[in-house]
T-cell receptor, first 115, second 111 residues
Framework: DAGVIQSPRHEVTEMGQEVTLRCKPI?????LFWYRQTMMRGLELLIY????????DSGMPEDRFSAKMPNASFSTLKIQPSEPRDSAVYFC?????????????FGPGTRLTVT | QKEVEQDPGPLSVPEGAIVSLNCTYS??????FMWYRQYSRKGPELLMY????GNKEDGRFTAQVDKSSKYISLFIRDSQPSDSATYLC???????????FGKGTLLTVNP
């Protein structure tokens, strides 16, 4: 299996621009999670989906952030407009939701820099 | 009080040392206690986990849970330079499959 795939791996953008991060979960996994990691705050859950439906978006910091999962193999996290404080590494993770449901598998992350 | 507290370190040990990494948590309802390893500029990878209480061993790694103290530990025996990474504890419970992560402890094993 290819594992969780994220793109782009690096993104540098100017304040005010729209940023779209992409994630392909492991095939057959029903749960998808979006995290943000910074030195100050560690790894924070932003939102998660079950069977393509958003279940809990309480971690989304502001209305500037939005996430979608149009099908079982693709999800996006969008920031519009971006701000320098959004600079972080964004991870996507997936899990099967059965048996070892807490075994979340992470992608390589997208390192976002907003100047 | 934060849900999960983890000493950020950094922790530096010589090769072959026994390493102890620890976390405390506040919610006694949590049942899943996970340990992730994260190499520099990589995504976290699941190392091992325990369910409920007790110990679990996997090679040089042992995970322990003390639910009475709300304290979890990861021990690494015969540490190797390749163990140098950030170790993240995470806890979960209930049917939502959410995990709450500690901030991670940076470990360096010196040859």
């Amino acid at each position: 299996d290819a594992g969780v795939i994220q793109s782009p791996r690096h993104e540098v953008t100017e304040m005010g621009q729209e940023v779209t991060l992409r994630c392909k979960p492991i095939s057959g996994h029903d749960y998808l999670f979006w995290y943000r990691q910074t030195m100050m705050r560690g790894l924070e859950l932003l939102i998660y989906f079950n069977n393509n439906v958003p279940i809990d978006d309480s971690g989304m910091p502001e209305d500037r952030f939005s996430a979608k999962m149009p099908n079982a193999s693709f999800s996006t996290l969008k920031i519009q407009p971006s701000e320098p404080r959004d600079s972080a590494v964004y991870f996507c993770a997936s899990t099967s939701g059965t048996g070892a449901a807490y075994e979340q598998y992470f992608g390589p992350g997208t390192r976002l820099t907003v100047t | 009080q934060k849900e999960v507290e983890q000493d950020p370190g950094p922790l530096s040990v010589p090769e072959g040392a026994i390493v102890s990494l620890n976390c405390t948590y506040s919610n006694s309802a949590f049942q899943y206690f996970m340990w992730y390893r994260q190499y520099s500029r990589k995504g976290p990878e699941l190392l091992m986990y325990t369910y409920s209480s007790g110990n679990k061993e996997d090679g040089r790694f042992t995970a322990q849970v003390d639910k009475s103290s709300k304290y979890i530990s990861l021990f690494i025996r015969d540490s190797q330079p390749s163990d140098s990474a950030t170790y993240l504890c995470a806890i979960g419970g209930g049917s939502n499959y959410k995990l709450t992560f500690g901030k991670g402890t940076l470990l360096t094993v010196n040859p």
